[in-house]
């Protein structure tokens, strides 16, 4: 069945510093994958997807992900974060053949000033 | 540019009772999906309707139905509510199911005492 990983529950950065979520996914074809950002009691904003093509793929606020089929991996990266990234951070895949989506179990992030 | 529109946004309920929740997709979607989002947990897939027909189930418990309607709107029934039932459900939306991008709406938070 797929599935999706994301390793870090909570991530804490300073303000300006860069910053890189990891999100792993198992799955026998190529999925569809996303990113969505949650704020407390908000809905989720989708910040970039990956379908096909270019492996690097740029979305809203200034992130990006890159599609990497060796390492099952789609990271979410921002070059200098700011004190409104901080939010709840979901990874999902989209699985063909079906109409859901599957998410980790979410990254939150904490921004020092 | 219009969203995807849930009401109500906040519902209190006994045990034992009954809820519905309604969802309006965004114009031109023909698909929605509802997910349940526990406490600190990520969105889980309860079912999906393409074109008025239920396309996908996930782990919804058999006291929940839903549909989706003529005007494309949906809304998910509970009944016998539990304790346990209190969480946050989201809508989606989306054309052509996981091909495209689901849209999410802003979630009803259902409280159940």
């Known amino acids: 069945a797929q599935s999706v990983t994301q390793p870090d529950i909570h991530i804490t950065v300073s303000e300006g510093a860069s910053l890189e979520l990891r999100c792993n996914y198992s799955y026998g074809a190529t999925p569809y994958l996303f990113w969505y950002v949650q704020s407390p009691g908000q809905g989720l904003q989708l910040l970039l997807k990956y379908f096909s093509g270019d492996t690097l793929v740029q979305g809203i606020k200034g992130f990006e992900a890159e599609f990497k089929r060796s390492q099952s991996s789609f990271n979410l990266r921002k070059p200098s974060v700011h004190w409104s990234d901080a939010a709840e951070y979901f990874c999902?895949?989209?699985?063909?053949?079906?109409?859901?989506?599957?998410f980790g179990q979410g990254t939150r992030l904490t921004i020092n000033p | 540019a219009a969203g995807v529109i849930q009401s109500p946004r906040h519902l209190i309920k006994e045990k034992r009772e009954t809820a519905t929740l309604k969802c309006y997709p965004i114009p031109r979607h023909d698909t929605v999906y509802w997910y349940q989002q526990g406490p600190g947990q990520d969105p889980q897939f309860l079912i999906s309707f393409y074109e008025k027909m239920q396309s996908d189930k996930g782990s919804i418990p058999d006291r929940f139905s839903a549909q989706q309607f003529s005007d494309y709107h949906s809304e998910l029934n509970m009944s016998s509510l539990e304790l346990g039932d209190s969480a946050l459900y989201f809508c989606?939306?989306?054309?052509?199911?996981?091909?495209?991008?689901?849209?999410f709406g802003p979630g009803t938070r259902l409280t159940v005492l």
């Open positions: 989606a939306s989306s054309l052509e199911g996981v091909t495209d991008t689901q849209y």
């Open positions: 999902a895949v989209g699985v063909q053949g079906a109409q859901k989506l599957v």
